[in-house]
């Protein structure tokens, strides 16, 4: 079972750089989300989505953009990287509301 | 605003000596709390999910329980593979989207 997979697993960009990380699911969930971890705190909510064409902001959406053309798949866009963006990004999906939702293994992203 | 808390920040046990971990949360009226359990390197793998007071989980080594302000996650007779970062998220009934709040979680190691 793949589940949900993130592309790509490492990358480094320059700050003022742009790129999108690809999340891909699996399951035929309705729900998806992008998180980022930081060290010393929880996960955080950048951006969601409740199904094909639609999208939300979450907690710290500044500096992200996003898009879910395919139901099974979430983009996350950065247009114009800076250093605070630093992080690992993580995309998870759900059935339904109140059903867990299942991460990815990340995309460890670093802006110099 | 919902806020969790997980405690110990960090736990070290010798193999066999049970313990446990300690979600306290503040949401306006709870949807559901789940446990996660994250290796190194790894997304967050789900554990449990508990949507009311009095409501218990058992897998294996782990056991989670739920009261109106907090959940505890059992750990009976650990072994080294149990050593990880348990996470604790919580959604509020008042979520539209699903929302997760996330603690900083428990990093647990287990020496032989």
């Known amino acids: 079972n793949a589940g949900v997979t993130q592309t790509p697993k490492f990358r480094v960009l320059k700050t003022g750089q742009s790129m999108t990380l690809l999340c891909a699911q699996d399951m035929n969930h309705e729900y998806m989300y992008w998180y980022r971890q930081d060290p010393g705190m929880g996960l955080r909510l950048i951006h969601y989505s409740v199904g094909e064409g639609t999208t939300a902001k979450g907690e710290v959406p500044d500096g992200y953009n996003v898009s879910r053309l395919k139901k099974q798949n979430f983009l996350l866009g950065l247009e114009s990287a800076a250093p605070s963006q630093t992080s690992v990004y993580f995309c998870a999906s759900s059935s339904a509301l109140n059903q867990p939702q299942h991460f990815g293994d990340g995309t460890r992203l670093s802006i110099l | ?112």
Not at chain 2, 2 to 19: H, I, K, M, W
Not at chain 2, 63 to 77: M, R
Request: net charge neutral; charged share 25%; hydrophobic share 30%.
């Open chain 2, 1 to 112: 605003e919902d806020q969790v808390t997980q405690s110990p920040e960090a736990l070290r046990l010798q193999e066999g000596e049970s313990s446990s971990l300690n979600c306290s949360y503040t949401v306006s009226g709870l949807r559901g709390l789940f446990w996660y359990r994250q290796d190194p390197g790894k997304g967050p793998e789900f554990l449990f999910t508990l949507y009311s007071a009095g409501e218990e989980k058992e897998k294996e080594r782990l056991k989670a329980t739920l009261t109106k302000k907090e959940s505890f996650l059992h750990i009976t007779a650990p072994k080294p593979e149990d050593s990880a970062t348990y996470l604790c998220a919580v959604q509020a009934r008042g979520s539209t989207l699903g929302r997760l709040y996330f603690g900083r979680g428990t990093q647990l190691t287990v020496w032989p």
